[in-house]
């Protein structure tokens, strides 16, 4: 029986390094930084890449391997590489496929640490940066220039959870031979694959929903082989690698994630379904309500519609935090993806850096929340936001 024939879930359980000698059923640690060799000429031809095996722990490690091995069948890639964190993926990602001078198109609506990395340091190597609203795909074209490279977005985004429509970023970058760079952190493999729409690469934070279960750090980009072979380059370098141990802990979660992200949707929904009719709230995004803006767009290529909701209760900074101080079982965390439900400020923690113009053009207001749905009972969850509501 052919491993890639079989289906998302028995390919996160049964993709595996080789047995060792002790027939081990589930894969062992390898916490090791360097590896021996037999004589002086194994060690040569390894380091001259002329025998493909593990080096050093940096460059690759039987527990990193199976976690990217893992994440390229789930995604549909042909190769990646590990990091220490979700960072980590992007900043390598983009510092070794660009050159000085080279322009990135992203949608506005990034991650907090990414806006900074696009605006604070990638002009250190004169790599600018122009961005489109998520509703204004349309004008996606008119920004490109002759050292355009790559097109950049989140999708689900973090934290307004707009979706973008991938297929239509594909083609795009398809036509103008430019890159197509997908955050696939808030879908997960299991809920949506960007390659099939087109995208080059893939990345993850895998201290989210990957990890599920707030323990461990880490990152990974997934796609094309000669891409990959650019970033592995940078990265054997300058050193991001994931470690062992997390990539130990990160491949064993990924046997579970279908089920997580599962339970995850079922309760978010109820949430977001809840919170739309309730008279303390401003407006609730979730992209399986029928009232999200890009509904259509996440039926067509999202199998469920995530684990976050972003919601603005009333009140403005005051209702906000009242809201934050009543919350008594959920979690004031600046993670997600979570077993446990966590409520964001985003406007005050992960998105602060960004300036007041432009929280706002992407909907991040004073009164916005946050929610990363966890596994409790949703009953128990409602009921806790509900009574924290009840005070604003």
Not at 164 to 190: R, S
């Amino acid at each position: 029986m052919s491993l890639k024939s079989l289906n998302f879930e028995t390919q996160a359980v049964r993709t595996q390094t080789d047995k060792t000698q002790f027939l081990e059923h589930s894969t062992p640690m390898y916490l090791t930084s360097g590896f021996v060799f037999e004589d002086a000429e194994e060690m040569r031809a390894s380091f001259a890449e002329e025998k493909e095996r593990n080096l050093y722990s940096r460059f690759s490690n039987p527990n990193t391997t199976e976690f990217v091995d893992k994440i390229c069948k789930l995604e549909g890639a042909e190769d990646g590489y590990a990091f220490a964190t979700g960072m980590a993926a992007v900043f390598s990602t983009f510092a070794a496929l660009l050159d000085a001078g080279d322009h990135i198109i992203s949608a506005r609506s990034v991650f907090g640490s990414t806006h900074t990395l696009f605006t604070k340091y990638l002009p250190k190597w004169n790599i600018e940066t122009s961005y489109f609203r998520v509703d204004e795909v349309d004008k996606i074209e008119s920004l490109i220039l002759p050292n355009t490279k790559i097109i950049y977005a989140e999708s689900p985004t973090n934290p307004g959870v707009d979706v973008l429509d991938l297929e239509l970023l594909g083609a795009i970058a398809k036509e103008h031979n430019l890159l197509l760079v997908i955050d696939n952190c808030f879908a997960t493999p299991y809920l949506q694959n960007p390659i099939k729409f087109g995208a080059d690469l893939v990345i993850h934070s895998a201290t989210k929903l990957i990890d599920g279960q707030g323990r461990v750090l880490g990152g990974v980009t997934v796609g094309k082989k000669e891409l990959i072979r650019e970033i592995y380059l940078f990265s054997r370098n300058t050193g991001p690698s994931l470690s062992p141990f997390n990539a130990w802990i990160l491949s064993k979660s990924l046997e579970t994630l279908a089920v997580r992200v599962d339970r995850h949707c079922e309760n978010a929904l109820k949430l977001a379904e809840f919170l739309e009719s309730h008279p303390k709230i401003n407006w609730v995004k979730y992209p399986f309500l029928k009232s999200h803006p890009q509904y259509e767009v996440a039926k067509k290529q999202m199998k469920m519609g995530g684990n976050v909701v972003a919601f603005e209760v009333k009140g403005g900074v005051q209702g906000g935090k009242t809201f934050f101080n009543s919350v008594q079982m959920c979690s004031l965390s600046a993670n997600l993806g979570d077993t446990r439900t966590i409520i964001t400020h985003p406007a005050s923690t992960t998105h602060s850096k960004l300036a007041d113009e432009d929280k706002l053009v992407v909907g991040i207001t004073d009164g916005m929340v946050r929610c990363s749905v966890g596994l409790e009972h949703i009953d128990d969850v409602i009921s806790d936001i509900e009574q924290a509501l009840e005070k604003i």
